[in-house]
């Protein structure tokens, strides 16, 4: 069983900087994708970044990309979303997920991950 923790949400200005931290315990190996995923009031899921498991392989969503900047620490069973220049438009719950990939790809889809966390919300004020 995979668990996942996500923290480092928050209340911050446009064009502020949040780093979200997930830390993640079970049985994750070489051979699972990780990601983000994010939810506005009354929006679907929506996906925002993801990597294949040694980080060889990473996507963002147009809306971040040269904004938000996924990594991962082997070695403390960490995996973070670095965003800078926030807008009042990333307002949303943040989901850490992991899913299962033994070809080394990542997803962008959330039915693609069984693994999630419990979110962390950010605010992004005007």
């Known amino acids: 069983q995979v668990q996942l923790v996500e923290s480092g949400g928050g209340l911050v200005q446009a064009g502020d900087s949040l780093r979200l931290s997930c830390a993640t315990s079970?049985?994750?190996?070489?051979?699972?994708?990780m990601g983000w995923f994010r939810q506005a009031p009354g929006k679907e899921r929506e996906f925002v970044a993801a990597?294949?498991?040694?980080?060889?392989?990473?996507e963002y969503a147009d809306s971040v990309k040269g904004r938000f900047i996924i990594s991962r620490e082997h070695a403390k069973n960490m995996l973070y979303l670095q965003m800078n220049s926030l807008k009042p438009e990333d307002t949303a719950v943040y989901y850490c997920?992991?899913?299962?990939?033994?070809?080394?790809?990542?997803?962008?889809?959330?039915?693609?991950?069984?693994?999630w966390g419990q979110g962390t919300q950010v605010t992004v004020s005007s």
């Open positions: 997920v992991v899913g299962f990939s033994p070809e080394g790809h990542y997803y962008l889809t959330p039915d693609e991950y069984p693994y």
């Open positions: 079970g049985r994750i190996f070489h051979s699972y994708a």
């Open positions: 990597m294949n498991w040694n980080g060889g392989k990473i």
